[in-house]
Structure formats: C-alpha cells, structure tokens
C-alpha cells in the first residue's frame, strides 16, 4: 500500500512569512494527525481529524496554526504569522480508528526552518 | 502528572552487542504501548505494540519488549545490535479513555560503533 506522503520536504521562510503543508495518509485511514517534532523532542500532537471533524486540537497554538480537511482525505496545516520557535519538523500520521488502538503510519516529514 | 520517559538521551553500542532501551509511563490505567524507529530524515515506523496478552512481544527487525506492569515499564531489547540499527527510539502509549491519541518519549538515539 502507498504510505502517507507529505510535501514539501523541506522549506525555509523567514518569520512573519506564511507557510503551508500538505498530507495525503493512507486511503481508508480515517484518522489523520499532525505532529510537530522540534530537535530533540518527541513528535508533540497538534492536531487530530477524524474523517473531516476536529477530534483534539487542545496542543494547536490557534492564533497562528489553522489546519482542515475539507473531503476527509487530504489536509493542510498552515501557519501564518511563524516564528523562530515553529523551526520543527511537522509530521503527518494516519490510522484505521478501530478499537484495538491501530498504530499510526508516519509520512516522512516537512522540516520547517524559519529565519 | 501523566508522561512517557525514556531516561536515555542517547546510547551507544558496539554492532554485535545487545541493546536494551528503556520507557517508563506514568498513567493511571495500563496504556497500549508502541516502540517507534526513526530514520535520519525519515518518519517514524512502527516496531512492535503490545495490548494486552503475552507481556514480551515481538517485533520487526529481531526487536522485541516486555511489559511490566509492576515497574510501569516498556523496555525494548535487542541481543545483536547492527550497523543499521543506528536510528532514534520512541516509545509511545495510547490511553484506553483518550479515541486513538498517543502521546510520545522524548526518544534515544542509538549510536552503534563498529
């Protein structure tokens, strides 16, 4: 099976600039998270979509991250204005929403560095 | 308060050695439990999962882990570690209350030397 591809790959801006990702998970995976992983950490959720309803974005910085998923499928995280601090690498991840907890499958990244 | 530790920033190790990570959490009921691998410049790829059942569990690429319930612990174990192993680790845990969150390790990076 294809498996959750995101692009870019790489993007540099400078602050206050505008910038947005794009994920397209696994066909039949309803559940579609974005994480952001800063250098050394651990992925940290933003956001998470089931089908094209927001189920948490409790951790999403709302006054300058928005993210959606119009169809269910597809999705986009933007952020506007960004800071120093958004140099991360924001990763998509996507899952069947069964109820044996089925893993995420992870895209391989858009590394965000901002100037 | 509620977490995921992975005590070890990083780790080095020789290639034919054994390897053992470890991951504490930190919750009120037992969680699933996930280790996860990552590539430079790459996603993370699931290694194993353990639910519920057998408490060692095995997984991909000759890696396997054991749940102890008594010491709140997910430690992954390897008995030959090989260049390519060489990655960062997370380990992960979903809440049977949370629908599908997980929460992540702030991960170890293995450093294997030949």
């Known amino acids: 099976e294809a498996g959750v591809a995101q692009s870019p790959r790489y993007k540099i801006i400078e602050k206050r600039q505008s910038v947005a990702f794009w994920c397209n998970p696994i066909?039949?995976?309803?559940?579609l998270y974005w994480y952001q992983q800063i250098l050394g950490q651990g992925p940290k959720l933003l956001i998470q979509?089931?089908?094209?309803?927001?189920?948490?974005d409790s951790q999403l910085p709302k006054d300058r991250f928005s993210a959606e998923r119009l169809k269910g499928v597809d999705s986009t995280l933007k952020i506007q204005p960004a800071k120093l601090e958004d140099s991360a690498v924001y990763l998509c991840?996507?899952?069947?929403?069964?109820?044996?907890?089925?893993?995420?499958?992870f895209g391989n990244g858009t590394r965000l560095t901002v100037t | 308060a509620q977490s995921v530790t992975q005590p070890d920033i990083h780790i080095t190790v020789s290639e034919g050695a054994s390897l053992e990570l470890r991951c504490n959490y930190s919750?009120?009921?037992?969680?699933?439990l996930f280790w996860y691998v990552q590539s430079p410049g790459q996603g993370l790829q699931l290694l194993l999962k353990?639910?519920?059942?057998?408490?060692l569990v095995q997984g991909i690429k000759g890696f396997e882990a054991e749940f102890k319930r008594s010491q709140s612990s997910f430690n992954l174990r390897k008995p030959s570690v090989h260049w390519s192993d060489a990655a960062e680790y997370f380990c992960?845990?979903?809440?049977?209350?949370?629908?599908?969150?997980?929460?992540f390790g702030s991960g170890t990076k293995l450093n294997v030397k030949p």
């Open positions: 992960a845990v979903a809440l049977p209350d949370n629908f599908n969150k997980f929460y």
């Open positions: 919750y009120g009921a037992t969680p699933y």
């Open positions: 353990y639910f519920s059942g057998d408490t």
């Open positions: 979509f089931q089908n094209n309803g927001v189920v948490d």
């Open positions: 066909s039949g995976h309803a559940t």
């Open positions: 991840a996507s899952s069947l929403p069964d109820r044996v907890y089925s893993p995420l499958h």
